[in-house]
């Protein structure tokens, strides 16, 4: 059983439970049961249909979601880390290496939660430090140099904002590898797994294509921080959640993603395998497309993707 | 060069309080100093005694940094839309255009530096925070591809408090979309100086501010990604005396130099003329 759920999961648990209980007694309740689970499958369709934005993020957040690590072994095959900047140090919230995917050699660059406390405070909570960038700048010029794509997954809070951080230059570490990225000489594909917090996702999301799954979120800021700053009220995030236009359909809409990636009916934390299936045949089709282009028309074209994004008027 | 800090023969004291008008002082906000206000405008907006920089405009900046008569102010016409319908965004708009001028937070243009060719931004703080939405990233792209397309070396002043929540992810596009040009620039070898000055936070930072060939700071500054308030927040103590000012930033390398906003001028054209090297020459306005 789950030992931890959103607000609104909560008629789902309700549900569950019954099943449970059902099946401890034993004997023989089949149509009883099979009603629990119809109505079970229906009532969580039901709910995951109708989700508002902060509840999407609440999703995106859940801490049984997912995680780069488990799509390393799941979608991925023959991943061997590779870890440290050469320059400072090892950042373990952000994790990288060598895979493989459809028969290729691919650099995988992700950031990394932890699953429990401990592992959340050695991850930071997928929060990096300007070593995790400088780590990911480093493989993204190996993959170069080998001829391997990048394919970078895309689930952090944001940059950390930290004494360390600012003092080995958060900003150079970020900024360089947008100008990295955007002349990077192998085809790239991000993938928004979970939150995608502002800077701190986007240092590892410059790319040829970016898809999103359903239910994750990218955002200059989260709900909570824009409430605060212009609402002076932390509360406020529903409201914020919803202004900032940060589901996967609001980002299609304004360009600046090219597709979404269905999740199973409750979402990628409740069928994993189905999940890691969806972002398999996404990332397999796009490195197929993005194999045939040369490299000369493949910069051209993320140049002008990323020129041509914006809305303003000109008078 | 510093003409600025050559003293004028004092006049009595006592005859100056006799001659001006109250409103005519001014109080330097850092160290209390009081002056006669036409020494603080002569000083470029620098106390005069503790050389604290004080905001100015980016009009001013311009006057500060060109040839005069030479500026060419570019993409005038470029108005921010409300692609998000982000609730009262239009009002805040109106009230900056008030408060700073209908450019948006950044200026645009060509000029002369020295009487070398040079595409200019900068940034103005006073229009929402000096924040990055889609005209300031549309403008700054714009000018750094006449640099590319022309070769003549780009020069931003950047005054930010970062990303314009309003346009949502838009405007975190814009770091992206300003980094492809700037790229650009790169690998074609033409010269990028990036002038930071009080502040320079969040996504402007975490872009073009950061991707200069060389990166200089006004005095104090205060240059990070994390703004000062959100780091006391996260890490629950005070910052340490001096953290992210542009003295800091040198000591630790993440800037070249800190040039007071007097010799701003004589150090970017030497600088041009350093980085001038290999490139075609026939670079006209
Ligand atoms: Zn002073």
């Known amino acids: 059983m789950p030992t931890y759920s959103l607000d609104f999961e909560r008629p789902l648990l309700e549900i569950e ?6 099946k401890k007694l034993g004997g023989d309740h089949g149509d009883e049961l099979a009603a629990l689970e119809r109505q079970l499958a229906a009532l969580r369709a039901d709910v995951y249909k109708t989700l508002t ?3 999407r993020v609440q999703v995106a957040r859940h801490p049984k979601r997912p995680y780069t690590l488990d799509y390393l072994r799941t979608v991925f095959t023959d991943f061997v880390e590779l870890h440290g900047d050469r320059l400072f140090r090892d950042d373990p919230a952000l994790v990288a290496g060598w895979a493989r995917l459809d028969g290729q050699t691919v650099m995988v660059i992700g950031h990394q939660k932890g699953r429990d406390t401990k592992e959340n405070l050695r991850r930071n909570f997928a929060m990096a430090h300007p070593e995790g960038y400088r780590k990911a700048l480093r493989l993204m010029q190996l993959a170069e140099k080998f001829h391997a794509p990048v394919i970078t997954l895309v689930d952090t809070p944001g940059a950390y904002p930290g004494l360390g951080a600012e003092e080995r230059g958060q900003a150079e570490a970020i900024a360089r590898n947008l100008l990295a990225m955007a002349s990077l000489r192998t085809p790239i594909i991000t993938a928004v797994i979970g939150e995608g917090g502002s800077g701190g996702a986007l240092a590892i999301g410059v790319a040829d294509r970016v898809v999103m799954f359903e239910n994750s979120v990218y955002s200059v800021i989260s709900p909570e921080g824009c409430a605060a700053i212009l609402w002076k009220d932390a509360g406020q995030k529903e ?5 900032l236009k940060l589901t996967a359909t609001d980002l299609l809409d304004l360009g600046v993603i090219d597709e979404i990636i269905s999740e199973p009916p409750g979402g990628a934390h409740s069928d994993p395998d189905a999940a890691a299936q969806a972002l398999g045949e996404s990332l397999r089709r796009h490195l197929r497309q993005l194999a045939r282009v040369r490299i000369e028309k493949l910069l051209k074209r993320r140049e002008e993707k990323y020129l041509s994004m914006g809305a303003f008027i000109e008078k | 060069m510093a003409w600025f800090k050559k003293e004028r023969k004092p006049r009595s004291s006592e005859r ?5 008008p109250a409103d005519a002082w001014e109080k330097c906000d850092e160290c209390g100093h009081i002056d006669i206000k036409e020494r603080f405008v002569q000083a470029l907006s620098v106390c005069p005694k503790c050389g604290h920089h004080r905001r ?3 009009q001013e900046y311009i006057d500060v940094l060109v040839d005069e008569g030479s500026w060419h102010e570019l993409d005038v016409k470029l108005r921010s839309a409300d692609p998000l319908a982000f609730e009262s965004y239009k009002d805040r708009v109106q009230v900056a255009y008030k408060k700073a001028g209908e450019l948006d937070a950044v200026r645009t243009g060509y000029a002369r530096l020295h009487g070398q060719p040079v595409n200019l931004a900068v940034m103005d703080f006073a229009f929402m925070g000096g924040s990055m939405g889609s005209v300031v990233g549309e403008k700054v792209a714009r ?5 590319a397309e022309k070769g003549i070396p780009l020069m931003i002043v950047s005054a930010s408090g970062g990303a314009r929540m309003q346009e949502g992810a838009l405007s975190l596009m814009q770091m992206a979309k300003t980094s492809v ?5 790169a690998r074609k070898g033409i010269p990028f100086i990036s002038i930071l000055t009080n502040p320079t936070t969040g996504g402007v ?11 200089i700071a006004e005095p104090g500054a205060v240059v990070g990604f994390a703004g000062p308030r959100v780091i006391k927040q996260t890490i629950g103590q005070d910052l340490p005396e001096g953290f992210q000012t542009a003295e800091f930033l040198v000591e630790h390398g993440m800037v070249d130099m800190v040039v007071p906003r007097g010799e701003l001028r004589d150090t970017t054209a030497q600088l041009l003329r350093h980085m001038a090297g290999r490139r075609p020459v026939e670079a006209a306005d």
Not at chain 1, 17 to 22: D, H, T, V, W
Not at chain 2, 16 to 20: D, G, M, N, T, Y
Not at chain 2, 205 to 212: D, F, L, V
């Open chain 2, 205 to 215: 930072s975490a872009s073009y501010a950061m991707q200069g060939d060389v990166i």
């Open chain 1, 239 to 243: 409201r914020a959640a919803e202004a």
């Open chain 2, 56 to 58: 100015i405009s980016a």
């Open chain 1, 17 to 22: 439970r019954q099943i449970e209980e059902l």
């Open chain 2, 181 to 185: 040009v700037i790229a650009e620039l």
């Open chain 1, 53 to 55: 934005p902060m509840q």
């Open chain 2, 16 to 20: 100056v309080k006799l001659e001006i």
């Open chain 2, 143 to 147: 000018l750094a591809q006449r640099s």
